[in-house]
């Protein structure tokens, strides 16, 4: 199995990865609930914004390890350091959604951020962030998430040595995600919960998490 950096030609399959991890083993799909969309549209928008090449946030091509067997694409995960280059990973892709969706679907989200908003997690300045696994449903079982979850580490920690940790946020319902990254060493570091079961119609989980990673120095 080869893992190598994304490419512009990976953007369809990188679109697919994000709106299967953000499902997060559910058949919500954020994208779609809260700003509007269909799906089809949602692969296309996703594909739209990566294809600007904004470095640093979990819409960058950047920021994505792809798996490949025989030439196949057959998993994929996003990782940045946040805040590398003096923006937060929040503003650009919230940059992004302005400047890439309807207006009228930013007035739907807009109109239900309080609510979302309730499940916010901060990122952590100057740390890893772990974002969208995805792996095809043939090639699970077999470890791929972990490989590309090890290697995306260790691409950014040979830029910035220095990083104590990595981080990732994870939807209370997605069982197996979380399995996965506690088999790579993350434990459980923060929980949100919103008593407002409103959220359901919007998000796949009235929770979410963070889990950590502590980076052992050598």
Request: proline residues 3%; contains cysteine.
């Amino acid at each position: 199995m080869n893992i190598r950096e994304a490419t512009i030609s990976d953007i369809s399959f990188l679109a697919q990865a994000i709106i299967e991890a953000e499902k997060s083993s559910t058949d919500v799909l954020s994208y779609t609930t809260v700003f509007g969309l269909s799906e089809d549209q949602t692969h296309r928008y996703l594909s739209d914004m990566l294809g600007e090449e904004i470095d640093g946030c979990e819409l960058s091509i950047s920021s994505f390890l792809v798996a490949e067997e025989l030439g196949v694409q057959v998993g994929a995960v996003s990782g940045w350091i946040e805040g590398a280059d003096g923006i937060s990973s929040t503003v650009l892709k919230g940059n992004l959604l302005s400047y890439t969706l309807p207006k009228t679907c930013l007035e739907k989200a807009a109109s239900i951020y309080p609510l979302l908003k309730k499940l916010n997690i901060d990122y952590i300045q100057g740390a890893i962030h772990k974002g969208a696994g995805y792996v095809i449903p043939e090639y699970r079982g077999q470890g791929v998430l972990k490989i590309l979850t090890e290697e995306i580490i260790r691409h950014l920690v040979h830029q910035r040595p220095e990083i104590p940790a990595v981080y990732t946020q994870i939807y209370g319902s997605n069982f197996r995600a979380i399995h996965a990254n506690q088999k790579s060493g993350f434990e459980l570091v923060a929980r949100k919960v919103c008593p407002n079961k409103e959220i359901l119609k919007y998000l796949p989980s009235d929770s979410k998490i963070m889990m950590k990673k502590e980076l052992i120095k050598k």
